[in-house]
């Protein structure tokens, strides 16, 4: 494992350290501890928890209650896991509370926290499912609630990727109704309504996007004039699609209206990015502006991120577009800058807006990139690595 600090252009007179807890296929939770003195930000381990093998694909943190939740694709296998830990915030220990056995393929989940504080964790399956798990926030422990698997007819236009149905990502809607769910290989966002009284959930009419175009990633967000949007990335088509959401009567679902259209790498020429794969979505809590991850988007040749290393590094790419204060749904493309090597296949975005940590999975390492307060815009050099993760699926700030 390898770490190495920078000297960034940011003012700081003291010193604060936060953490960060990153996944990767080699099953382990890597804390990562972040001290930031002067200048200067640096990256060291903490520990490495094994408890999330064989393929821990994403993290899902509850800091109010000190949970971690890690799901394993199990990629090898035919069947993945859910499994749960409790959190010292201080130490950066992880302390393994359970695990069970999944449908195939987990590889995103969410929380839904009704009004007398019961959770229900909701898991996207590639492999088509959609699992509910019933939460308990004081032990981190967890007991299966629904199980759900989805076929297609027929192959979708792009038969290599859409052969069948792949749930990528879970999101809870602005109002706390429904599980929002993007769909790659049938080209639809799925929508369940959850019961508050019963913690069971329903499903809705699907929302139809492009064919062919592959729904990975999406994010809400509403607007000062209550006019809530959901912004999508798509994985086949790289494209940035916002849409107007209203809700239909009885809990009857959601209604998504496109209104625009982008590249999710902007203005540069297509024939820069073939085999481009957008990755994910994610929006500055200022909401002044929304960042995406492209991997094969190697438009950039950068320093190596190890000082020791004075080899040139081909790296991919972030794009930031801002969110127009008029609150139209609309996005403006605002910067093309580097992810700090390979892969960027998931970020996410400091509590405070000021630092973007990107996981690189092929380069096998996080990266933290600067991000101004003003103005949104993200910094070109990276100001903190740690190196040697294995193959990084997701990050979480602690």
């Not at 967890?142 to 792949?166: D, I, Y």
């Not at 930031?320 to 605002?334: H, I, R, S, W, Y």
């Not at 910067?335 to 690189?360: E, K, M, Y």
Request: proline fraction near 7%; aromatic fraction near 10%.
């Amino acid at each position: 494992m390898l770490f190495h600090s920078f000297t960034a252009v940011v003012l700081a007179a003291t010193a604060s350290a936060t953490k960060l807890y990153v996944s990767s296929y080699t099953g382990n939770i890597t804390t990562l501890n972040l001290l930031h003195k002067d200048n200067t930000y640096q990256l060291t381990q903490l520990e490495s928890n094994n408890g999330c093998q064989p393929n821990a694909s994403w993290l899902h943190h509850d800091p109010k209650n000190n949970n971690l939740y890690c799901v394993d694709e199990g990629i090898q296998t035919d069947v993945g896991s859910l499994n749960s830990f409790k959190v010292n915030h201080t130490t950066g220990v992880l302390t393994k509370v359970k695990r069970e056995s999944t449908l195939n393929a987990p590889v995103n989940s969410a929380i839904y926290t009704g009004p007398n504080g019961t959770q229900l964790l909701a898991v996207a399956h590639y492999a088509g499912g959609f699992t509910t798990w019933k939460l308990d926030p004081a032990t981190a422990s967890f007991s299966p609630v629904q199980s759900f698997n989805f076929t297609l007819a027929k192959p979708g236009p792009n038969a290599a990727r859409q052969a069948g149905s792949h749930l990528h990502q879970v999101v809870v809607d602005p109002e706390k109704k429904y599980f929002v769910v993007p769909d790659l290989g049938g080209d639809l966002v799925r929508i369940f309504y959850i019961d508050p009284a019963t913690l069971k959930v329903s499903p809705r009419p699907p929302i139809r996007v492009t064919p062919g175009s592959g729904p990975r990633h999406g994010q809400f967000h509403v607007h000062m004039n209550k006019h809530a949007f959901y912004y999508l990335v798509t994985e086949i088509s790289s494209t940035l699609t916002s849409y107007h959401v209203t809700y239909l009567p009885d809990n009857g679902g959601l209604q998504m209206t496109p209104v625009s259209n982008a590249s999710t790498y902007g203005p540069k020429n297509q024939t820069s990015f073939v085999g481009n794969a957008a990755a994910e979505i994610a929006i500055a809590p200022d909401a002044s502006t929304l960042i995406v991850s492209n991997r094969n988007a190697t438009f950039f040749d950068i320093t190596n991120p190890n000082p020791k290393n004075q080899t040139r590094e081909k790296s991919d790419t972030l794009a930031a577009f801002k969110l127009p204060d008029m609150g139209n749904g609309t996005v403006e493309f605002d910067q093309l800058t580097p992810a700090g090597g390979s892969f960027p296949r998931q970020f996410n975005i400091s509590p405070d807006g000021t630092l973007v940590a990107v996981g690189l999975q092929l380069s096998g390492r996080v990266v933290l990139y600067t991000r101004c307060a003003k103005t949104g815009r993200l910094g070109n050099t990276v100001v903190a690595d740690f190196e040697g993760l294995g193959q990084v699926t997701s990050i979480v700030w602690g």
